[in-house]
Structures are given as C-alpha cells and as structure tokens.
C-alpha cells in the first residue's frame, strides 16, 4: 500500500531508510510536524478510500462548542479573551472495533515498520500501538457541516491518514508553534476575529500521512460541504504498553464505553 520507492520506511536498519527517517525527524523538530504527500500508492488509496466510506455509516457524531484550549475557560477574564471564546466541532468517528480485521487499514495500522518509522520521528522509543479497542485506529468522518473549530491539542501529537477529501471546505488550517509564546494569548484572539497572517493551509490531499505537533500549534478543519464525506483515519500511538482511553473520552467520541464483542487491538 505504501509507496515505499518514495518513502522508503521499511527497514530503519538501512542506511537508505535510516537517513530518510532522520530527514523527517528534523522536519518535524523544525516545523511541528512531517507532511508524507502520495504516502499510498494511488490503487491502494482508492481501496482504502472505499473501505472506509463502507464504515463510515457507523460512525458516532459528536456536536460541541469549546475553547482553543479544550478546557473550561476562566470566569476571571473577559469573554472576549483567548481562553473564553467558543469554537464549534461536528464530527463523527468510526470505532477500531467495527473495522473489520482483515480491512487494508487495519492491515497498515498492525504493520511494524509504519509503528517504528513514525516512533523515530517523534524520537518516542519504546513505541507502540495503543491498545484502546475503540481509538486505537478510528476514521474521522466530516458530512456536510461537519467542521474541527479552532483548538490546540491536548495530546502531543497526532497521526492522520487522508484517505478521502469533500467536495467544498475540509481545509486544514494552522497557526504554528505559538504556545508559550509571550503573545500567545493575542495571537489567538486574532486569529478567532478572523485575522489570517498568521495562518497557513496545509495541503492535506488524498494519500498523504501527516505526523503533527497539535499541543504547540493552533489549528482546524474548515466546514465541510457537499455529499462526499471527508475520511481521515486516526492512527494512536502510545510510549507505555496496554494504554488506553478513559471511560469519558469513549463515551464522547463513541458513544459508549466497551467494545463490541469482536474488538480487536492488533
């Protein structure tokens, strides 16, 4: 599935592989993040594009409003002030355990060379998958008004799959590397009214595997419009062994809390 002429993940042992990993480790380190475009080979994409819609009727929908930092504000600030501002997310997630065992993405998700390269960049060792039966490898899946309003990550990092963009909107939007900054705080309240100097496009198209840094930088997925669905699988990771989520984030993401009897962590 991988194009591994291009990206050569395979075997980080090798010099040819080894020195490739390090390129996008440094990548990373600079930018926040490693952008991996035509990462599936252009047949393996259409069948994973495929396998997913398929999924996609199961997928749990979520509606919120939130802060860019996802947490409760502070009462002791103006409403207008960066940590009191309201943001909207509506977004679905296909669960690991309704993917079948023998789907490509699953296949790709319990492949380790992908785990080990994608360790290497993050400089995280030891690596491996997370063992949530529910968020190990979920598929996020934006209909018509579906939209990720602006936030800054609670996890380190993130690694997302583009198997399938919509029609109109969908955009990945950034701001980078802004917390901790001195005017971190006014950055945002900018960016929320609409200011757009700061904000870069990531050209997220159809087969590209993204490494993103989404605690240091501020980001979104614009509305989506039209009947195509956008599809982007959530590949988890972890540094400890049999980690997995709490009660409250399954039940936010998917609506419930165990897994169906065939949940499988790979």
Request: negative net charge.
């Given at each position: 599935m991988i194009?591994?002429?291009?990206?050569?993940?395979?075997?980080?042992?090798?010099?040819?592989?080894?020195?490739?990993?390090?390129?996008?480790?440094a990548q990373y380190q600079q930018a926040g993040l490693c952008m991996l475009p035509g990462f599936i080979k252009p047949e393996a994409l259409d069948a994973l594009a495929n396998e997913a819609?398929?999924?996609?009727?199961?997928?749990?929908?979520?509606k919120s409003t939130h802060n860019a930092y996802l947490d409760d504000g502070n009462a002791k600030t103006a409403d207008t002030a960066a940590e009191n501002r309201q943001e909207q997310t509506v977004v679905g997630s296909v669960a690991y355990d309704y993917i079948p065992q023998n789907s490509g993405l699953k296949q790709l998700y319990q492949w380790d060379p992908l785990k080990d390269f994608i360790g290497h960049v993050l400089g995280k060792s030891p690596f491996y998958r997370f063992a949530d039966p529910l968020g190990a490898c979920s598929i996020n899946v934006f209909i018509d008004g579906g939209e990720h309003g602006w936030h800054f990550d609670e996890s380190e990092y993130t690694v997302t799959l583009m198997l399938q963009a919509p029609e109109v909107g969908g955009t990945f939007e950034y701001v980078p590397l802004i917390r901790g900054l001195k005017d971190e705080k006014k950055i945002v309240e900018s960016v929320l009214d609409g200011d757009r100097q700061r904000?870069?496009?990531?050209?997220?198209?159809?087969?590209?595997?993204?490494?993103?840094?989404?605690?240091?930088?501020?980001?979104?997925?614009?509305?989506?419009?039209?009947?195509?669905?956008?599809?982007?699988?959530?590949?988890?990771?972890?540094?400890?062994?049999?980690?997995?989520?709490?009660?409250r984030v399954r039940q936010l993401f998917w609506g419930r809390t165990v897994g169906t009897n065939n949940a499988t962590s790979g």
């Open positions: 194009d591994l002429d291009q990206y050569p993940i395979d075997n980080l042992s090798a010099a040819e592989s080894l020195a490739f990993a390090n390129a996008c480790r819609s398929s999924f996609s009727e199961k997928a749990f929908f979520c904000v870069t496009e990531l050209p997220f198209t159809a087969g590209t595997l993204l490494i993103f840094g989404g605690r240091q930088t501020l980001h979104r997925v614009t509305r989506v419009s039209g009947s195509r669905p956008r599809l982007v699988p959530v590949l988890c990771y972890a540094e400890e062994p049999d980690l997995v989520n709490s009660d």
